[in-house]
């Protein structure tokens, strides 16, 4: 990492097309990986395709290259996920605000933020935690040209970030793109949900290779035609 960044590279996605590495990002993850490591982070604009051209390109800094990927895929868990006083408190709430009924989800629930725009189509389901309440979502169930903002993490964090464009603002949306659980931490970040329970599993059952958005960001729900 001593040696000087060339002015660009060519970096490749999981589906095989390459994207091209601007100088200044080139310039900027460099930066930050050498200041922190595996625990790096580094924000950035573009779409999808260059968040995960950077992706690989960073990681292969660790030799993680092939840890760059996500679940095409998942079930709803067998069992509720609401299973203490903080957890059923936020399942309770939820059901109520979004008339929704049980945790697991389907293709054709459609989940809009608070100007109407669709967030997503499809949940694996609604996973509630020591964090609050989220849904479970695959990437094929983002409405990915809202997610342009990122911050790229280093394979000893948890999860990168995508956020609406209006990232500053107090209806934007992030989304958790989840890459490691969270067995090692027994208790949640400070939050307006949070809760200590000392669980030794971790304090949620996040699943790398999916992404969580926090559901009181979705202000309303409805059905999609033709599914």
Same mark, same amino acid.
């Given at each position: 990492?001593?040696?000087?960044?060339?002015?660009?590279?060519?970096?490749?996605?999981?589906?095989? +097309?390459?994207?091209?590495?601007?100088?200044?990002?080139?310039?900027?993850?460099?930066?930050?990986?050498?200041?922190?490591?595996?625990?790096? +982070?580094?924000?950035? /604009?573009?779409?999808?395709?260059? =968040? +995960?051209? &950077?992706?690989? %390109?960073?990681?292969?800094?660790?030799?993680?290259?092939?840890?760059?990927?996500?679940?095409?895929?998942?079930?709803?868990?067998?069992?509720? /996920?609401? +299973?203490?006083?903080?957890?059923?408190?936020?399942?309770?709430? &939820?059901?109520?605000? &979004?008339?929704?009924?049980?945790?697991?989800? @389907?293709?054709? /629930?459609?989940?809009?933020?608070?100007?109407?725009?669709?967030?997503?189509?499809?949940?694996? %389901?609604?996973?509630?935690?020591?964090?609050?309440?989220? =849904?479970?979502?695959?990437?094929?169930?983002? @409405?990915?040209? &809202?997610? /342009?903002?990122?911050?790229?993490?280093?394979?000893?964090?948890?999860?990168?970030?995508?956020?609406?464009?209006?990232?500053?603002?107090?209806?934007?949306?992030?989304?958790?793109?989840?890459?490691?659980?969270?067995?090692?931490?027994?208790?949640?970040?400070?939050?307006?949900?949070?809760?200590?329970?000392?669980?030794?599993?971790?304090?949620?059952?996040?699943?790398?290779?999916? =992404?969580?958005?926090?559901?009181?960001?979705?202000?309303?729900?409805? %059905?999609?035609?033709?599914?």
């Amino acid at each position: 990492m001593a040696e000087e960044a060339p002015a660009a590279k060519r970096a490749r996605t999981e589906d095989g +097309d390459d994207v091209a590495c601007s100088k200044e990002d080139e310039a900027g993850w460099r930066a930050a990986v050498e200041a922190k490591g595996r625990a790096f +982070d580094y924000s950035f /604009t573009g779409d999808k395709s260059y =968040f +995960d051209s &950077l992706w690989r %390109q960073t990681w292969s800094e660790f030799s993680e290259q092939s840890k760059c990927s996500r679940l095409s895929s998942a079930e709803a868990r067998a069992n509720s /996920t609401a +299973d203490s006083t903080n957890r059923k408190r936020d399942k309770a709430a &939820l059901e109520e605000r &979004l008339g929704l009924q049980g945790e697991p989800g @389907n293709a054709k /629930t459609v989940l809009y933020n608070e100007q109407g725009e669709v967030l997503a189509t499809g949940y694996v %389901q609604i996973l509630y935690g020591d964090h609050g309440d989220y =849904f479970e979502l695959l990437d094929k169930h983002i @409405n990915w040209s &809202l997610f /342009t903002e990122h911050k790229l993490k280093g394979p000893g964090r948890h999860y990168h970030e995508h956020r609406t464009k209006d990232r500053e603002a107090e209806g934007s949306v992030q989304l958790y793109d989840q890459f490691n659980t969270v067995a090692d931490e027994p208790n949640p970040p400070p939050g307006p949900k949070s809760q200590d329970n000392n669980r030794k599993e971790g304090y949620a059952d996040y699943r790398p290779g999916v =992404f969580y958005m926090p559901a009181d960001k979705v202000k309303k729900i409805g %059905q999609a035609a033709g599914l």
